[in-house]
Structures are given as C-alpha cells and as structure tokens.
C-alpha cells in the first residue's frame, strides 16, 4: 500500500491528485494496481505530508468511514465534570472519603455514587430524583444503579462526618489552603418542603418564612474555607451554639491557636468564658441594645479623621483574660445612616397622620363600615411603624396622639455607622475592625449555599437525611471556594466555560467512538490556573480519566 499521485490539465492548469494504492495479484498471477482510496487535490507540502500520514493510519490497520455513515449518538457536559473529578483526586477528597464509606457491606460502589452527587451539587443543584436523571442521561460516567442508593449514599456519609471533617481540615492545611488560621463563625436557617423532620422546628427564619419550619446551620470558615458545621433544630438560639462548637474545633479538628470571630448574636458572657477557658483569642461584636455597657459606650466619639477608624475606649480584667471594648465607625455608613433616620421620621409621621384622620372619620361615623377599634388602631399602628416602633410613644384613646422618643431619637443618632467589638487579641483597634470585617465571607458562602448551591428545597423528613443532604452542600461549597481560590474567578464562571467541553459517542455501523470537542485557549488557561492536566483527545471512554 502505498501513496500515488497523479497530474491532470484543469483550467487552472496542472494539477497533482493522491490517491492510496495497493499491488495485488488477479487470478492468473499477474500483480495489479487498485486504488483504495483517492484522496483529493495536493495543494501544498502540508497536504502532501497529510496524505502519506493517511497511508500509515491505514497499513496500521485504522478504520476509515465514509461521512454520511456517522451518526452522533449523544453529546453530554464533560468538561466541568472532569474538572470537578480532578480537583477531588488532587486534593484528597476523593481518596478520604472513598477510604471512610468503603467496606460497609453495602451491594454498590458507595463513592462512586456519593462522587456523581457531588459534581451534580457543584454544576447545578438539584433533588435526589433529578440527580438520578442526570447520572443515567447526562454523567460522563455510566453508572448501574438505583434512586435509592442515593439514599443509602447519604446515610454512609453522612455516618462518617466528623472523620471526613477531621481529614479534611489536615488535608487542606497540608495543600497550604488554610495558611490563616482565624475562625469565622455564624450561623444562618433553611426551611423544609414537604413532610417535616424532627429537627425541623419554628424559629427565627433569616428567609423570612416564619410560616415555615427550619433548621439551623451552623459554619465555621477558615481562609475562605468551609472547615465544619452543625445542622441544629429550627428553634436553636444563637448565642447557645458556641459552646459545643468550640469543643468540636478544640476535639475533633484538634485546632489548638486560632482566633475566633463572630457576630453580636453569639455574644454572651458565657460564650467569651468558653473561649477564654480553652484560651482562644476572640473577637465578637457586642449587641447595640439592651446592654448597658455597650449604649454607654457607643455614644462615645471615636478620634481621627480615617473615614473608616477604630479605638480602645475600654477594658477590663477577667480572671486571666483582658477584654478590651473596640468602638468603630465608619463615616459614609453613617451620613447614609442619619439620612435614612430623618427620612423614616418623616415618612412615620405622614403615615401615622393618615391613620388618625382615618379613625377619627371612622369613630365620628362618618366613614363606611364598622368604626375602628383601639385594638384595629394600634395593630395598624405596629404595621406602620415595624423596626422605628422605639423611635414613638403612641397613645390610643378617643384619637391617635404620638410623640418622638428623644431618648431613643438621641441614641440612634449617636450609633449611626458605628459597632462595638469585645476583643481578648492584642490586635490593634484598626486591625481589630478589619478581621471582623472578613466575618462577611461566611455570609458570602450562605449566599452561595441558598443560590448557586441550592440548599433548598430540603425534602427528606428523616434527620440523618436533612443532615447529609447539607453536608453534600458544604462539601460543593468547599469545591467552589477551592476554584476561585485557583482562579481568582467565581466559580460559576470558571464552570460555565468548561461545560462547553463536550464528550460526543459517534457511531458506525462498524464501530463506535466516544470523542471530546476541542478546548479553546481559555479553557486550557483556566485548567493551568487549576493545575490539571486538560482531558486528552482519545477514543475511548477510559482514557479519557
């Protein structure tokens, strides 16, 4: 076999055609020519070197086909999915969960499952039952299983929690993604659909669904990154939770020097004890009412001319610990604060004297309908005033007679754009305001859980369930944040463009390859920016891993 090549007059004058040849013998042994294949017009070298390049495909015995022959069989997502696969093999996932719900007796492969959950919470969220859609239509991987072992998934991991969290905070340590120790802690609710839980209980909703049973969870971050959390029932008190989490991050993850951050919700007396009795430095906001050293404190002024600043205006001395009182404040916060102060004065008062006109009309008979009732009157009256309700003192009698509270007036005023922290740190005021500031990344992360991460709907009634299901969350959570840490990009960009990364399976009537389709410069950048090694362009599926 090989390349031959003909001349031909065409009206552009000479031209050399290919063709691929083979010598044979007829039946009276004579040795003949036919042609196998003709190739096309030789144009350049580079169709020349192209052609003899045929010839060897096809002495190596490589099927060729004829276009109209081909079929495209399916075409699925593939580059988002090897992405998310890789990071979990490179950074230990794959490996310490595997090893921890692996010889449990159970009839199916339970991380292959728990792995093909995993990249769907990543890519795009959704129930069980669409999971199981996605593996049997769309996965990349051909998995022969049932919905239920979904389930039964879920109950293997969610069974080895607390040792996946463990390992995992070493592994990250050790991938140097935690190289700031400092723990940001808060907490945020869900609500359930459907059949209600156990733990699912009413509380306050931070949805603001207080029609709605909740549950609560509860998430340390360090470095941006998801290192433990705690799903708790939906009537669950802030300011109680912190105990038990700290025991888990002095037990469980071992952590022996960090710095704890946390919002004015967590702050009680017994909650800096707790800290200061395992000896972690803390900074916790302070509550702005109902406590009286921190109204007397935060009517104080706070020195320099910084639009966002901070000074020590107080400390004290307990037991072995010194808390020192942090009053910040921050200038734009705080204009924009007064003129929104003045405008819900205005705004209240106009409200309130409508209502009055109106119950007035109504209790003279003059209006339609039933005459308004004191109750009526001052139901509506809370319905105006909602938060401002400390900003009046409302009296209901034959008519409706308000006043500002100048007390109340004055201390909102004199708290405009400012917050207090208690701090047991040796931080200096500035960088004292500046970590508390970073507790934003955990709110940053609740916002992704709800939207992109889709924690909702919750629909398992067993607790066990309710629990995994939010574990499998913060697990894709930890992935997203790993992808913008490498990229410097959200994760849903990152993700975006490599799902245009598709695996196609081509038929014939002779055979059958599965092929990728060619990545583009920016999505090679992103898989260097990730460190791994793009998909190679190979025939078959297991090659392709």
């Given at each position: 076999?090989?390349?031959?090549?003909?001349?031909?007059?065409?009206?552009?004058?000479?031209?050399?055609?290919?063709?691929?040849?083979?010598?044979?013998?007829?039946?009276?042994?004579?040795?003949?020519?036919?042609?196998?294949?003709?190739?096309?017009?030789?144009?350049?070298?580079?169709?020349?070197?192209?052609?003899?390049?045929?010839?060897?495909?096809?002495?190596?015995?490589?099927?060729?086909?004829?276009?109209?022959?081909?079929?495209?069989?399916?075409?699925?997502?593939?580059?988002?999915?090897?992405?998310?696969?890789?990071?979990?093999?490179?950074?230990?996932?794959?490996?310490?969960?595997?090893?921890?719900?692996?010889?449990?007796?159970?009839?199916?492969?339970?991380?292959?499952?728990?792995?093909?959950?995993?990249?769907?919470?990543?890519?795009?969220?959704?129930?069980?039952?669409?999971?199981?859609?996605?593996?049997?239509?769309?996965?990349?991987?051909?998995?022969?299983?049932?919905?239920?072992?979904?389930?039964?998934?879920?109950?293997?991991?969610?069974?080895?929690?607390?040792?996946?969290?463990?390992?995992?905070?070493?592994?990250?340590?050790?991938?140097?993604?935690l190289e700031d120790m400092t723990a940001f802690y808060d907490l945020t609710s869900s609500y359930l659909?459907?059949?209600?839980?156990?733990?699912?209980?009413?509380?306050?909703?931070?949805?603001?669904?207080?029609?709605?049973?909740?549950?609560?969870?509860?998430?340390?971050?360090?470095?941006?990154?998801?290192?433990?959390?705690?799903?708790?029932?939906?009537?669950?008190?802030?300011?109680?939770?912190?105990?038990?989490?700290?025991?888990?991050?002095?037990?469980?993850?071992?952590?022996?020097?960090?710095?704890?951050?946390?919002?004015?919700?967590?702050?009680?007396?017994?909650?800096?004890?707790?800290?200061?009795?395992?000896?972690?430095?803390?900074?916790?906001?302070?509550?702005?009412?109902?406590?009286?050293?921190?109204?007397?404190?935060?009517?104080?002024?706070?020195?320099?001319?910084?639009?966002?600043?901070?000074?020590?205006?107080?400390?004290?001395?307990?037991?072995?610990?010194?808390?020192?009182?942090?009053?910040?404040?921050?200038?734009?916060?705080?204009?924009?604060?007064?003129?929104?102060?003045?405008?819900?004065?205005?705004?209240?008062?106009?409200?309130?004297?409508?209502?009055?006109?109106?119950?007035?009309?109504?209790?003279?008979?003059?209006?339609?309908?039933?005459?308004?009732?004191?109750?009526?009157?001052?139901?509506?009256?809370?319905?105006?005033?909602?938060?401002?309700?400390?900003?009046?003192?409302?009296?209901?009698?034959?008519?409706?007679?308000?006043?500002?509270?100048?007390?109340?007036?004055?201390?909102?005023?004199?708290?405009?754009?400012?917050?207090?922290?208690?701090?047991?740190?040796?931080?200096?005021?500035?960088?004292?305001?500046?970590?508390?500031?970073?507790?934003?990344?955990?709110?940053?992360?609740?916002?992704?859980?709800?939207?992109?991460?889709?924690?909702?709907?919750?629909?398992?009634?067993?607790?066990?369930?309710?629990?995994?299901?939010?574990?499998?969350?913060?697990?894709?959570?930890?992935?997203?944040?790993?992808?913008?840490?490498?990229?410097?990009?959200?994760?849903?960009?990152?993700?975006?463009?490599?799902?245009?990364?598709?695996?196609?399976?081509?038929?014939?009537?002779?055979?059958?390859?599965?092929?990728?389709?060619?990545?583009n410069s920016r999505q090679e950048e992103i898989f260097e920016k990730l460190d791994i090694t793009p998909?190679?362009?190979?025939?078959?599926?297991?090659?392709?891993?």
């Amino acid at each position: 076999m090989y390349l031959m090549t003909t001349k031909a007059e065409t009206k552009d004058g000479v031209r050399e055609y290919a063709k691929i040849v083979e010598s044979y013998r007829d039946e009276e042994g004579k040795v003949r020519k036919r042609v196998i294949q003709n190739l096309g017009p030789i144009r350049s070298e580079e169709d020349r070197e192209r052609f003899e390049q045929i010839v060897e495909e096809y002495e190596r015995g490589e099927n060729f086909v004829r276009l109209n022959d081909i079929m495209l069989e399916s075409c699925r997502e593939f580059g988002a999915t090897y992405a998310v696969e890789r990071l979990l093999e490179e950074y230990g996932i794959d490996e310490l969960v595997r090893e921890k719900v692996t010889d449990n007796g159970a009839e199916f492969d339970v991380w292959k499952v728990l792995r093909a959950m995993l990249v769907k919470q990543v890519l795009e969220p959704s129930s069980e039952r669409e999971t199981f859609e996605w593996i049997e239509e769309d996965y990349a991987r051909d998995l022969d299983i049932n919905q239920h072992h979904l389930y039964r998934a879920l109950d293997y991991l969610i069974s080895e929690k607390e040792k996946i969290e463990r390992d995992l905070f070493e592994r990250l340590g050790k991938e140097s993604l935690l190289e700031d120790m400092t723990a940001f802690y808060d907490l945020t609710s869900s609500y359930l659909e459907g059949t209600v839980c156990d733990l699912a209980l009413y509380g306050y909703s931070r949805d603001h669904r207080s029609d709605r049973p909740q549950v609560v969870l509860a998430l340390v971050m360090m470095d941006g990154m998801p290192v433990m959390h705690e799903v708790l029932p939906g009537n669950t008190l802030d300011k109680t939770t912190l105990e038990g989490l700290v025991e888990d991050l002095e037990n469980n993850l071992q952590v022996e020097e960090t710095v704890f951050v946390a919002d004015r919700g967590l702050m009680s007396e017994d909650n800096m004890e707790t800290c200061e009795k395992v000896e972690y430095p803390y900074i916790l906001g302070v509550p702005r009412r109902k406590n009286e050293k921190a109204e007397e404190l935060l009517r104080k002024e706070v020195p320099g001319k910084d639009s966002q600043r901070a000074c020590e205006i107080h400390r004290e001395e307990v037991d072995d610990a010194t808390r020192r009182y942090v009053l910040c404040l921050d200038e734009k916060t705080r204009k924009e604060r007064l003129e929104t102060l003045d405008e819900v004065r205005e705004e209240k008062q106009k409200e309130l004297q409508e209502l009055k006109d109106g119950f007035e009309k109504s209790r003279s008979r003059e209006g339609r309908g039933r005459p308004m009732t004191k109750n009526g009157a001052m139901n509506r009256v809370k319905k105006i005033l909602g938060k401002s309700k400390r900003l009046f003192d409302v009296n209901i009698e034959e008519t409706i007679e308000w006043e500002l509270d100048e007390e109340e007036w004055n201390y909102e005023q004199a708290i405009a754009g400012k917050f207090l922290l208690v701090t047991t740190t040796s931080l200096k005021p500035n960088k004292t305001m500046e970590k508390y500031k970073e507790l934003g990344t955990v709110e940053r992360a609740f916002d992704k859980i709800k939207n992109s991460l889709e924690i909702r709907p919750i629909y398992h009634y067993k607790p066990h369930r309710v629990k995994a299901h939010i574990f499998l969350c913060i697990l894709g959570l930890l992935i997203h944040k790993i992808i913008e840490k490498l990229t410097d990009k959200t994760a849903e960009t990152i993700l975006k463009q490599l799902k245009r990364i598709h695996l196609t399976e081509l038929k014939t009537p002779e055979i059958s390859r599965r092929k990728l389709t060619q990545s583009n410069s920016r999505q090679e950048e992103i898989f260097e920016k990730l460190d791994i090694t793009p998909p190679k362009e190979l025939k078959i599926q297991e090659d392709l891993w």
